[in-house]
Nanobody, 124 residues
């Protein structure tokens, strides 16, 4: 049974950098995706970034392209989300998620496992 543990959230100023991490314990499948989503107050959960295995292909939502980078450790069980040039509109609870198979990595309803979420607050 895979479990996800997130860390790294906090309160920062606009333009700052913050890195989130998500550790997956337990045995993962050969084909899987680990993704990041976020949910701001009053809004639906939205896709941020994802990485699929095998191959390490990455996916990004348009609002974060060029600012956020998803990466993983060599053992592929920990993913990071480096967030540069943060903006107030990036404020949200960020969730790590895991899915078996690589289809539909940007759709939250294809993910079967979620972390507890970590708050990111960006002040102007």
């Amino acid at each position: 049974q895979v479990q996800l543990v997130e860390s790294g959230g906090g309160s920062v100023q606009a333009g700052d950098t913050l890195t989130l991490s998500c550790a997956a314990s337990g045995r993962t499948f050969v084909n899987y995706v680990m993704g990041w989503f976020r949910q701001a107050p009053g809004k639906e959960r939205e896709f941020v970034a994802a990485v699929s295995w095998p191959g390490g292909r990455t996916y990004y939502a348009d609002p974060v392209k060029g600012r956020f980078t998803i990466s993983s450790q060599n053992d592929k069980n920990t993913v990071y989300l480096q967030m540069n040039s943060l903006k107030p509109e990036d404020t949200a609870v960020y969730y790590c998620a895991y899915k078996m198979g690589v289809a539909g990595p940007t759709f939250p309803n294809t993910y079967g496992l979620w972390g507890q979420g970590t708050q990111v607050t960006v002040s102007s």
